[in-house]
């Protein structure tokens, strides 16, 4: 790894690290050739550009990425980095050989500059009650499994990682109304993992069902240490809302939360990717100023509170994540008017 990066504050230039000691602003994955000229220099990465194409919802799409050296540069600009990839795969196999997976993330790790921190989305096959199989869901066999978590994922990320793996997000997907189950139930099932893997002060639950966030889940993210995500996402409240649920508590024991703005409330995913494709500008009208404000909010509280605050952006959230959190940015700062 080469040095850290040097603490600067200049949004013309995207350069987030020095905005707050204890807000933490990132991204949600950072390949994007579309933030070429404003995270990545062009005369470095315009030549390596590669192509790969995408289907959504019957759409295709043609996406440009760029090589994951492009990380040290990343990190000039921002101090944190979700990884989101990890949570179509565990690292390793049921042999317990690598994955795909971990060699990528073993790629990253190769050029990470000194002090970057990374997020990583555990994966789907954990935290999922349903997986899409064949053009439909199906029971998940491994929903909450331990020790699939454990030894497949948690360990083998520590151990690449070591103080870069700075947390873990566990997104359980959205319940439609015919297959929810009682808030008190999932706050066992919940219970019972938590209580089976190692104590960690690094986990972030994300629950994408209203109705999920409970009291009864609560008390069980606040029992085990674990923080509650705040998820700007199509089907869910306000961010603001959000925390008041869950009693304006951040319950990380790490002293950490997460804040995630992924796509404009009720807005499908496929849709906000379609409008934000190829993530290289603000798409008008689809930033929405109530998420600003609502995440500019929750930044000064955690940091009034002592709690370090990583807020992801994602494309989907506007358009472009660089220029979203700069718009971000000026809100945290005053710079801008309600």
Known sequence: MTGAPAEVLDLESFRFRGLHPLVHLGTASDRYAGWLGQIYSPERFAARVT???????????VEEVLPVACVAEYFEHFPVLELDYTFYGPLLDTAGRPTGTLRTLAAYRRHLPGGARLLLKAPQA????????GGSFVP???YLDAQLFTDRFLQPAAELLGEALAG????????RKAERILPERLAEDWDRFFASVPADGR???ELRTESYLAPAVFAVLEKHGVGQVLSHWTWLPPLEHQFELGGRRFLNRGGEAVVRLM???GVRYEDAYAAAHPFDRLVPGMLDPGMLAGAAGLMH???GKGRRL?????????GNAPLIARALARRFLGLEEA
């Open 126 to 133: 954990v935290s999922a009650q349903k997986l899409r199989r």
């Open 263 to 265: 796509t404009p409330r």
């Open 168 to 175: 873990v997000i566990l997104e359980q997907e959205y319940q």
């Open 140 to 142: 998940n066999p491994g």
């Open 310 to 318: 990583n807020v992801i952006v994602n494309n989907r959230a506007g």
């Open 301 to 303: 509280e955690a940091a």
């Open 51 to 61: 192509r790969r194409s995408k289907t959504i919802a019957g759409r295709s799409f």
């Open 203 to 205: 986990f972030h639950l």
